[in-house]
């Protein structure tokens, strides 16, 4: 408990550091919001059928974008290699990792979403349910960015691969997020969806530390 | 069980067995495979509904079957593979990998094929559809973190990892029919249930889906082997073994 508050730490200091790390992702999230009007027209009532689509796509997308780096420079100067060789410090290490990724990618998102709305012209049940599957998901995404991350850190051309390998593991949280904003945009209950998405939440953070840690062994081995 | 599977583990003992298995394997999967098609596309009776349109059954189901169960069968083997640490087991993961990907992609044109006349479409965005084609990804992931890896035994180790992640998608694809209220329609043989299908369709069915399956292992056991020669290459017993050749 006291490493993973240390790690957890040295990961915020790192990320204040270098804000790119974090303010490129999110500024790359606003940018593909923008694209999309431009890309299939204005009409203001199409883009309110399509922005649950367009925001959890542009989310997937810049949560992805930030991945890459994420184990990179500690795998290059030795971090992780004396972290596996010290066995009991790489599990809070990883979980450590992954809180750092939801604050910096995840949290920003959530925080915009009401700005999002007004770009879309949502109306307020359909802001409440995206601002809620966004608080519920965006956890998963960095879960698995992470994942993604750790499995391909010794990988000679790791980013385009990252992207194939995890965006398909995005596709049941993507179903039951955009499910959610439709229900509640036409005024239906969305609780069901909510509580699936909470349940895909709990089971990925139950098991996805572990598949991490023993991903960096691999790698490192 | 166990006993008898250790010895298995050894590459050269492996080589052997697949050897030795190839031949049968070969034998009843081309005679399996010929009955079973040559019944089913051309002497069963025609359906009341779908005409002579759904005969592509006969391929399509066995090959949408054994494109998950080929998954499970990789995903049992990078299993094995990361808990026992067992090489062979690795190498059975990449041998089977190209094998399960042809059948998902088989099971996906015939799909189409089938789609067209019955739908009107050569796709729809179904979630059963959907979720097949996520399947062929995940093998064409497998095989592509294998081939990322300048050492090779870390990208065999890796790809195995992500195997028995993808898993997660199997009950996905199962269950999608059941949880969408799709398009697609629902199984047809289901284990506990009497089948939906006459005995007449049904049995040149069942005998494609072993034709199918025996194809798969055939193909395994062949790729498996050159995958042991290829990587035991510097070995006493493979210099002995090509050099007697």
Known sequence: MVSYGVFLQRELRLLARQKSDWLNPVLFFIIVLTLFPIGVGPEPN????MAPGIVWIAALLSVLLAAERLFKDDYRNGVIEQLVAARHALQPFVLAKISANWL???LPLVLLSPLVALLFNLELPALQAMALTLLLGTPVLSLLSVLGAAITVSADKGGILLALLILPLYIPLLIFASAAIEAASMGLAYQGQLAILMAIVLFALALVPMAVCSALKINVS | MFKWLHPLAKPETLYHFCGKLSPWLMAAALFT???GNIWGLGFTPTDYQQGDSYRIIH???PSAIMSMGAY????????????WQIKT???AVLAIAPIGAVYTAIALLTGMAWGEPMWGAWWVWDARLTSQLILLFLYFGVMALHGAFSDRQTGAKVASLLAVIGTINLPIIHFSVEWWNTLHQGATITKFAKPSI???MLWPLLMSLLAFKLVMLWLTCVRLRTAILENEQHRPWVKQLVGKV
């Open chain 2, 89 to 91: 087991a690795q190498w």
């Open chain 2, 198 to 200: 006459d005995p007449s």
């Open chain 2, 72 to 83: 499970m069968a990789m995903a049992i083997a990078a299993f094995t593979a990361l808990v």
């Open chain 1, 104 to 106: 910096s990618t995840g």
């Open chain 2, 33 to 35: 495979l010929l009955l």
């Open chain 2, 59 to 61: 391929i399509h189901v």
């Open chain 1, 46 to 49: 199409m883009l309110r059928i």
